[in-house]
Nanobody, 132 residues
Framework: LQFVESGGGLVQAGGSLTLSCAAPGFHLNFNSIGWFRQAPGKEREGVSCVTSTGARTNYSDSVKGRFTISRDNAKSTVYLQMNSLKPEDTAVYYC??????????????????????????WGQGTQVTVSS
């Protein structure tokens, strides 16, 4: 299952970009989907995730309040709206499927940032460069 990320580019600090994630020929409706990024010389880190239905989202502290994840299951596409971009957001961004977790007391599902399917093969990613 090959994921395709797109929408990256060069933007000035304070600017915005919207990334897209799709798996051509496959439906993504049955998994949570997470966004990840890897900056030069650093390990890949989780940025955000959204549950399979889109009902719940989660963000890393570094992007909370600036990034918004969403999904359109009819189009089998997941988006990452990035606002107020900073130079430290510069990285290659990837998406990957992950599990929905069940919250018994709340009777709802949730996802965890940074968790992905173990056998996932990473796509090419999309480069985001933020200039100061």
């Amino acid at each position: 299952l090959q994921f395709v990320e797109s929408g990256g580019g060069l933007v000035q600090a304070g600017g915005s970009l919207t990334l897209s994630c799709a798996a051509p020929g496959f439906h993504l409706n049955f998994n949570s989907i997470g966004w990840f990024r890897q900056a030069p010389g650093k390990e890949r880190e989780g940025v955000s995730c959204v549950t399979s239905t889109g009902a719940r989202t989660n963000y890393s502290d570094s992007v909370k309040g600036r990034f918004t994840i969403s999904r359109d299951n009819a189009k089998s596409t997941v988006y990452l709206q990035m606002n107020s971009l900073k130079p430290e957001d510069t990285a290659v961004y990837y998406c990957a499927p992950g599990p929905d977790y069940y919250d018994g007391p709340k009777q709802t599902f949730y996802c965890l940032v940074g968790v992905h399917e173990e056998d996932h093969t990473w796509g090419q990613g999309t480069q985001v460069t933020v200039s100061s």
